[in-house]
Every structure is written in structure tokens, then in C-alpha cells.
Nanobody, 121 residues
């Protein structure tokens, strides 16, 4: 499966952004999907994951209550709605797919290119 993330940009603290990830070339609904981010000089960090059906989601403690992961299997799309953004959310955000029911962590089978989110204070 090929993944293409988009929607990053510059936003002020407290603002919102919606990231999108378009999938092609695979059976999208069969993959657990996730968002992983990497801040400058830091290791990759799990952000959120969603099961193939969309019925199960998990979030890191750092984004819980502020970010919402969702998917539209009819459109082969994955989303991350990010609200109440903080400067510490600044990172490159990657969408990823895994051949599992739901996948917490930073090791995925397929990766898209990243999209940069910059939150100014």
C-alpha cells in the first residue's frame, strides 16, 4: 500500500489542523492505521492508531483529548484532527499502515512521507 500524507503547516498555539493520508494500492480496510511523529532531534513517537473497521482507537497520553484519529474506508483516507495545539506538538507527522487489527507503537509495515506541523507560541 502507498500512503501520502498532507495537511501540515504553521499554526499558532491553541489552533487546529487536520492531517489527511491518502492510501492506494492495497486493501485499505484490512490495515490498522496510525500516526507517528518525529520532532527535531528526537525519536519517533506514537501518536494514535485506529483499527481497520475504525471501531477501536488508541492515543498517546500526550495527545489524548486533543487529537482525534478517524478513517473513511470508502475513500481510502485516514485523518488526524488536531485541536488545542501546543508548541511541543511541532514535528513531522507520518501516516503508517500495519497488517494487524490495531497497532500501538512506532514499527509499522508501510509508511508515507511525512508532513511538517509547526506550532508557534
Amino acid at each position: 500500500v502507498q500512503l501520502q500524507a498532507s495537511g501540515g503547516g504553521l499554526v499558532q498555539a491553541g489552533g487546529s489542523l487536520r492531517l489527511s493520508c491518502a492510501a492506494s494500492g492495497g486493501s485499505f480496510g484490512s490495515y490498522a492505521m496510525g500516526w507517528i511523529r518525529q520532532a527535531p532531534g528526537k525519536e519517533r513517537e506514537f501518536v494514535a492508531t485506529i483499527s481497520g473497521s475504525g471501531g477501536t482507537t488508541y492515543y498517546s497520553d500526550s495527545v489524548k483529548g486533543r487529537f482525534t484519529i478517524s478513517r473513511d474506508n470508502a475513500k481510502n483516507m485516514l485523518y488526524l484532527q488536531m485541536n488545542s495545539l501546543k508548541p511541543e506538538d511541532t514535528a513531522v507527522y507520518y501516516c503508517a499502515a500495519d497488517n494487524s487489527l490495531v497497532h500501538i507503537g512506532t514499527v509499522y509495515d508501510y509508511w508515507g512521507q511525512g508532513t511538517l506541523v509547526t506550532v508557534s507560541s
